[in-house]
């Protein structure tokens, strides 16, 4: 048995195809490309029941990641994040089956050490020996790290409003650093100087192939903790749109492999923050493509990306599964973060909270409806983000006295 069936990469828009031995960035296109499996030999011998005995980490789904010899895997025991039910928030928005899929448990604190896992992995598999990377933060952060256990030397730009923490994430894991006085585009165009003028490997957001496919993970273990059936409703925060791209073609590939029924795609739902939601307005404008978004600014910092190289394919995949784009607005969202935290204890991530107003809304229009399965992903943690929530706490005295109106009383 073949630790991967990978078999070849293809391009979405101009089916043009290249191996997985060379490395490659775009399609001579331009578009991104994607990771294609032995499908039928992975049918023959490879069965859900085969998960059973296996880690609680995204490596257990290795046949279906690109990663050829085992001993390329980096890893930090990263996936399988739990579902957690979101009982009294669910409750407060009208949604009893509402649930979180947690990625701040993941090391990092965000679910981009699952694209970090299998891009750096599959790198140095290609022997990769430098990357560089645009980022709005949490990206450089799980790369640079990652890239440390590989072996790669990592550069990483991100706009200096990036948060704190991941600079220091980037510091501590011994990349370059670089901050730039604009955004994430900035610096974009920052790396792909730095590309040309030093030959490095280009690991911005789709224009590798592999990033998706750790991605991807998200959706493999949604299927098998909802034991093969699919929730009805899945919220996603979009910025470069990665993660749906990926929970997508996920689904896809199972359907294919017969574990869940080609009968129900969950509605996929692309999330955005009205400060920058490019892809909601081509969403509403029945576009196939998104312009970019002009003077784009979110407190919701992992979604703050005004053209994503995906575009056409996030467009896809919410038409495909019959979903929808819809955006919320920073002050809602920082609302939910705190209705979220006080209700059900979960402290999430700007981005996370983003998803959560949006099911909100969503329900309040009668799109979602009373009784559907509704999936919510909290991307990072909200511990990352500390300036979400104002503190004013008195200050006492040693031995001071706590003054208050009423007797203490424990909720029953
Ligand atoms: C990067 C990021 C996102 C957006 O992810 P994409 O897959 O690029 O759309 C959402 N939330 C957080 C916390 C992020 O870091
Ligand atoms: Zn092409």
């Known amino acids: ?30 578009s991104p490309l994607l990771v294609a499996y032995k499908m039928n030999k992975l049918k023959e011998n490879f069965k859900a029941s085969d998960l059973l005995q296996r880690p609680t980490d995204l490596w257990r789904y290795h046949e279906l990641l690109p990663v050829q010899a085992k001993d390329n895997v980096v890893t930090l025991g990263e996936g399988f994040t739990p579902i957690v039910g979101m009982s009294k928030t669910g409750k407060n928005m009208d949604i009893p089956n509402l649930y979180m899929k947690d990625e701040g448990m993941i090391p990092s604190g965000s679910f981009k050490s699952r694209g970090a896992a299998v891009g750096v992995s599959k790198a140095k598999e290609l022997s990769v020996k430098e990357l560089a990377m645009p980022t709005n933060g949490n990206a450089g952060a799980a790369w640079s790290l990652y890239s440390s256990q590989a072996d790669i ?84 925060p979009t910025g470069g749109g990665v993660g749906l791209i990926g929970i997508y073609k996920a689904l896809q590939e199972l359907q294919e492999l017969g574990w869940v029924s080609k009968d129900k795609m969950p509605r996929l739902v692309a999330v955005q923050a009205e400060g920058c939601a490019p892809i909601v307005k081509a969403w509403e404008e029945g576009k196939s493509y998104a312009e970019p978004w002009e003077d784009a600014e979110t407190i919701a910092f992992g979604i703050n990306v005004a053209k994503a190289l995906g575009d056409f394919l996030i467009l896809d995949a919410i038409r495909k599964t019959e979903g ?33 107003a949006a099911a909100r809304k969503l ?19 909200g511990i990352k983000y500390p300036e979400t929530v104002g503190e004013e706490a008195p200050v006492l005295e040693i031995g001071e006295r706590i003054l208050r109106n009423s007797a203490f009383h424990y909720k029953t």
């Open 1 to 30: 048995m073949a630790f991967s069936y990978v078999s070849h990469l293809y391009c979405p828009k101009c089916e043009n195809t290249y191996n997985v031995e060379e490395l490659n960035q775009l399609c001579e296109c331009g």
């Open 153 to 236: 030397a990592a550069t990483i730009v991100m706009p200096v409003d990036a948060p704190e923490i991941t600079r220091k994430e980037c510091i501590a894991a011994g990349a370059s650093l670089y901050l730039v006085n604009g955004l994430i585009g900035d610096a974009g165009k920052i790396v792909g100087q730095a590309v040309k003028d030093y030959e490095l490997f280009d690991a911005s957001t789709l224009k590798e192939p592999y990033r998706i496919e750790g991605k991807k993970t998200m959706g493999l273990e949604i299927a098998e903790q909802f034991n093969w059936e699919v929730p009805d409703v899945i919220l996603y």
């Open 324 to 356: 929808c784009a819809i955006s919320v607005s920073d002050d809602t969202l920082l609302k939910e973060l705190k209705t979220v935290a006080s209700e059900d204890g979960a402290f999430v991530c700007p981005e996370g909270a983003a998803a959560f």
């Open 363 to 381: 329900r309040e229009n009668g799109w979602i409806k009373h009784d559907d399965n509704v999936l919510v992903l909290n991307t990072g943690a």
